[in-house]
């Protein structure tokens, strides 16, 4: 393995997050790609890679080839690649996963921004320098690619596209979240940040980069975007079903970490020294525009929810009793993640009275769809398989709307301050 120092460069003090100074004791930059089974894109991509930083790039650099337990010949390419390649070197993982590699590398790098990039190289390298010269000033502590920005320039598919805003989408609705793209293979961060986020990240997966994201906001740094070119790579092995589940699966846990408090965040906050210049004041709810954002997040979480549930409570029952029993469940976790994410209602305060209240507004929505089936086969003794699907759409449409006015105006509305 080697690292890579160019001929004349000094160890420079580099600004730091709270006004205090990182003393850099290795290269500038750390560019981390993280593979597995990459034998046919390895040495391409770290060619082009190194040859731009090289050129292109006017700081110290260095190049970490993660392999996690590859199979084929990827780890014996990585090894020559570090051998012929000034600045380049490999770490080896007994273990897969994205995240334990990039968390692996980071925590033991001495670079003072440490970068990450997807080895099919779908980002413009152009991007690279607009990422990392935040982070190199210290004006800002993580820094990530948009594929989503106006400035942004794609290739992909629908179906990519779809699932990529749908899942920010959730975040900004069930996490608060206001960054825009959590998973394009494009990001970096300051290495004295890194020391304080990776031991609370616990994803060792495809979520690292939302969780590690998300940490970050709430621990109020500064968070850079960039718009980016990118192009989807079409041999892509991703499974996207599966990593959907884990990404639903790491952004509920993640909730519940941040709903209970089990995160010590304000101790990462007076560490890195990023408190607010204003402390905003206490007991403010979210605008309505958030609020409608995060109703609707929930509201899709709870569908897949309720889903899962209806399918196992199948198995032992009828499907009258399994919907109704689903539906029950699922409106109990949804009126309990709508008191907390979307009008911001903390404490155990009102709490039963919240659950009973929102138990009524499903049955009214329960009475609203059947309801209209109802009406329907009053009219139209024997309606057509679209026509009940259309009425049903348009039930639900009403009962959602009358839901989240409900829940609004009724059901969290905060009493007046005594006097």
Known sequence: MSAHTLPGDTHEALPAVGGASTRITGPALDVVIPVHNEEADLRRAVGRLHEYLSTRVPLTF???IADNASTDRTAAIADQLADELTGVRTVHLSERGRGRALKAVWAASDAAVLAYMDV?????LDALLPLVAPLISGHSDVAIGTRLHRGS???????REFISRCYNLILRGALAAHFSDAQCGFKAIRSNVAQQLLPLVQDTGWFFDTELLILAERSRLRIHEVPVDWVDDPDSRVDILSTAKDDLYGVA???RALATGALPLAEVRRQLGREPLEPAPPGVPPGMTTQ???FAAIGVISTLAYLLCFLLL???SGAQVANFLALALTAIGNTAAN???TFGIRGRTDAVRHQFRGFGIFLLGLAITSGSLALLHLSTPSPSGPVEIAVLVLANLIATVVRFLLLRGWVFRRRPAQP
């Open 314 to 316: 199948r198995t032992v």
């Open 153 to 159: 320039r794609v290739v992909r598919g629908p179906k």
């Open 292 to 294: 409608v954002v995060r």
């Open 339 to 341: 008191r907390r994410l």
């Open 120 to 124: 099919d190289l779908s980002t413009d």
């Open 62 to 64: 260095q190049i970490t």
């Open 253 to 255: 846990r993640v909730g």
